[in-house]
C-alpha cells in the first residue's frame, strides 16, 4: 500500500469510530447484528442472493396459502412471501398456523417477507391506535409461521400528501418498537404512486430519522421508477438494511405517469437497468433477497406453475448478468 492510501485509509477508519463516539452509536458491527436477520444459503450455489416468491404473482388463479407453498417449493425458490389477508382466510376456514409453518419448513422454504397493510402511518389518532393493533395481530401471525419481517407501506398517506416525514419517522420507530417485542420487523416500504413515500430519499430519510435499530426498507424496482427517483440513489443505502428487495420490471410504454401494478412484466422483459442497478447493489454488499412481486393479469390467466418457473428463471438470468458486470 503506497503512504498517500495507507494515511487515507486510517483517517477513513478514524472517522466513522470518532462519528460513532461522538453521537453515541453502537459500532457498526452491533449495528448489522441488531438489523440482520440470518437467512439460510442459497439453493443455487452460484447466487449470492435468495430467491422469493410474492404470492401476488399468483393471485388471480386463487390458490390456498398451502398450494402456493408447494407452488414455491416445487418451481425452485428459497423463500415465499405470503399475503396476510391469504393467511387469515387460511386461518378462517380452519387452517392451522402450527401447520403451516411445517409445511413451509417441510417445504424447504423460508418465510422471508409478508404483505400486510396496517394503517400505523395515519394522522387520526384512533385510526393510527387501530393499525398498531392490527399491525400487532398481523406480526403475530407472521411469527407463528416462522417468519421475521412485514412490509410497512404508507397505506392510509397515499392518496394525498401525508404527515411530514419528521412526524413519519416517530410513528414509524413506534411500529418498529412494536416489531422488537413480537420478534418480526417490519420494513418501510417504498410506493411509487403514493402522495407520501413515493421516492428513496423520503425512504432513507424517514428510515434514518427514526433512530431505530431495527429501521430497514424494502424497495422495489418498479416503484423506484414509478415514484421518479432514480436508480443510483440505492447507492446511498447501507446494503444490510434491505433485507428484501421487491423484483419485477416495466415495459417502455405507457408512460411513467401512467403505468400501472397491472403492467409489471418479468425481470428483464423491460426496460429497467436490472443488471447495471443490481451490480451496484452487489457492489455495496446486498446478499438478502430477491421477491417476485408481479400483479400482470395476463400471468394470472396462464398456469401458476408456468409462471412462478418463469419468474424464478428469469430473475436468476438479471442476476447473472449483474454479476458479470463485476467480473
Known sequence: MHRREMITATGTALAIGGIAATFGGPAVADVQAATEQPSPTPKDRTMTVRFALNTSTVRGQGLSVPEQVKLA?????????????????????????????????????????AIGFAKWIVDDP??????????RRDMDMVGKIGGTRIAAPPVGAQNAPGP???????????????GKETGVVPQLELWGFSKTLSRLGELAYVAT????????????????????????GLGMIEA??????????????????????????????????????IALLLRGGFVG?????????????????????EGLEKSKAVVAKAQKLLA
Request: charged letters at 30%; glycine letters at 6%; proline letters at 7%.
Open 73 to 113: 417449493a416445487a418451481a425452485g425458490y428459497d423463500g415465499i412471501e405470503p399475503w396476510i389477508r391469504d393467511i387469515q382466510q387460511y386461518v378462517e376456514k380452519g387452517g392451522s398456523l402450527d401447520d403451516l409453518r411445517k409445511l413451509i419448513a417441510d417445504s424447504g422454504l423460508t418465510v422471508d417477507s
Open 240 to 277: 444490510s438494511r434491505m433485507h428484501v428487495f421487491h423484483m419485477n420490471d416495466y415495459p417502455a410504454t405507457p408512460p411513467r405517469e401512467t403505468i400501472a401494478d397491472a403492467d409489471r412484466v418479468f425481470p428483464g422483459d423491460g426496460v429497467c437497468p436490472l443488471p447495471e442497478t
Open 164 to 178: 411530514a416525514l419528521d412526524v413519519i419517522a416517530e410513528r414509524y420507530r413506534s411500529l418498529l418498537d412494536l
Open 126 to 135: 384512533a385510526e393510527r391506535a387501530a393499525g398498531l393493533e392490527e399491525a
Open 289 to 309: 433477497t430477491f421477491s417476485l412481486e408481479l400483479f400482470n393479469p395476463e400471468y394470472w390467466k396462464r398456469d401458476a406453475a408456468q409462471v412462478a418457473k
Open 209 to 232: 430519522a427514526a433512530e431505530h435499530p431495527l429501521a430497514c426498507v424494502l424497495p422495489d424496482f418498479y416503484h423506484i421508477y414509478k415514484g421518479g427517483s432514480r436508480f443510483d
